[in-house]
């Protein structure tokens, strides 16, 4: 919900930690996949999430952008797409062993998760490339 931002990132607060000279770095997304994409959508498995981070990120560009300076569009894909769909260790906890996971398939979901989470990435980077250029 994004009607109080300025709850979330008080002007306040950005002049105080401005003025001791700290630069914002932002990660858009750091193994925070809300459940319910998880659940209904599928999560990384989707290609429908590309779209939805694609929007996510240019929504944190329009409201955050004057004043976040470096941005990270998500933490570790390589992480995420093995230890979360080849290995199980991590959420979604998704791999072929039975005796691990309850589902998944370990030969196919960390390429396809992978590959969507470069897509997502690249989409991303267009949008703040974009409008990088369009504020010059």
């Known amino acids: 919900y994004v009607s109080n931002v300025d709850k979330l990132f008080p002007e306040t607060f950005y002049i105080e930690v401005t003025h001791h000279f700290?630069?914002?770095q932002v990660t858009l997304f750091h193994w925070d996949l809300p459940q319910t994409l998880e659940e209904e959508m599928g999560g990384w498995l989707n290609s429908s999430m590309v779209d939805y981070f694609d929007n996510y990120a240019d929504l944190c560009f329009r409201l955050f952008g004057d004043r976040v300076k470096h941005w990270i569009t998500i933490n570790e894909p390589k992480t995420i797409s093995l230890d979360g769909y080849d290995y199980g260790d991590f959420a979604p906890g998704r791999c072929s062993d039975r005796s691990i996971c309850d589902a998944g398939n370990s030969s196919i979901e960390p390429y396809i998760?992978?590959?969507?989470?470069?897509?997502?990435?690249?989409a991303a980077g267009n949008i703040k490339r974009f409008k990088r250029a369009t504020l010059r």
């Open 22 to 24: 700290y630069i914002f």
């Open 113 to 122: 998760v992978a590959y969507n989470l470069l897509n997502a990435h690249a």
